[in-house]
T-cell receptor
Framework: QKEVEQNSGPLSVPEGAIASLNCTYS??????FFWYRQYSGKSPELIMF????GDKEDGRFTAQLNKASQYVSLLIRDSQPSDSATYLC????????????FGQGTELSVKP | GAVVSQHPSWVICKSGTSVKIECRSL??????MFWYRQFPKQSLMLMAT?????????EQGVEKDKFLINHASLTLSTLTVTSAHPEDSSFYIC???????????????FGPGTRLTVL
């Protein structure tokens, strides 16, 4: 069974700190990886995707991918209280008809 | 770009009635739309994959006769919950995959969700 694993948290960081969210996946055929943010009562919104080994930066967010270790992470620099949400990691493979496999999500709380 | 809408945003219905939820891609054509269900404090559960002009593919354990999906065009998919019961109360979310992105790494754009309450 293809799985994506995340620590459910909650992860608590002080405002201005770096939040580090981690994710592992079991399917070596996975080719693309996504981080979604979901506020309570809302639907997920795409933050970033990554498909090559290494780092990808977008503003305060950096996604990291290590295919050999089957590991994906999301770093949030200068965390703000508005970043408090559940972060969902997802993986996709081109032979899966566009389906994504979601982790259970990590709840992040940024304390002022 | 990549905006997906859902209607209604919330609905309350009596047990035994049917409810239709619409999902539209507003500024792109979606080859594929997905329907998810999410219970409180749980992750997304994929219910079915919907391709324009063909029958939906349901995930294991999802009753296709209860959750009817129609994907009539590249911008519209509908989910009908038939003979709804209280245990069907949940947050239903659709997502769409951009047609241009056949190999654009599978990103999905989510609608705002529909909260269904069955009394």
């Amino acid at each position: 069974q293809k799985e994506v694993e995340q620590n459910s948290g909650p992860l608590s960081v002080p405002e201005g700190a770096i939040a580090s969210l981690n994710c592992t996946y079991s399917d070596r055929g996975s080719q693309s990886f996504f981080w979604y943010r979901q506020y309570s009562g809302k639907s997920p919104e795409l933050i970033m995707f990554i498909y090559s080994n290494g780092d990808k930066e977008d503003g305060r967010f950096t996604a990291q991918l290590n295919k050999a270790s089957q590991y994906v992470s999301l770093l949030i620099r200068d965390s703000q209280p508005s970043d408090s949400a559940t972060y969902l990691c997802a993986s996709g493979a081109n032979n899966q008809g566009g389906k994504l496999i979601f982790g259970q999500g990590t709840e992040l709380s940024v304390k002022p | 770009g990549a905006v997906v809408s859902q209607h209604p945003s919330w609905v309350i219905c009596k047990s035994g009635t049917s409810v239709k939820i619409e999902c539209r891609s507003l500024d792109f054509q979606a080859t594929t739309m997905f329907w998810y269900r999410q219970f409180p404090k749980q992750s997304l559960m994929l219910m079915a994959t919907s391709n324009e002009g063909s029958k939906a593919t349901y995930e294991q354990g999802v009753e296709k006769d209860k959750f009817l999906i129609n994907h009539a065009s590249l911008t519209l998919s509908t989910l009908t919950v038939t003979s709804a019961h209280p245990e069907d109360s949940s947050f239903y979310i659709c997502s769409a995959r951009d047609r241009r992105g056949a190999y654009s790494y599978n990103e999905q754009f989510f609608g705002p969700g529909t909260r269904l309450t069955v009394l």
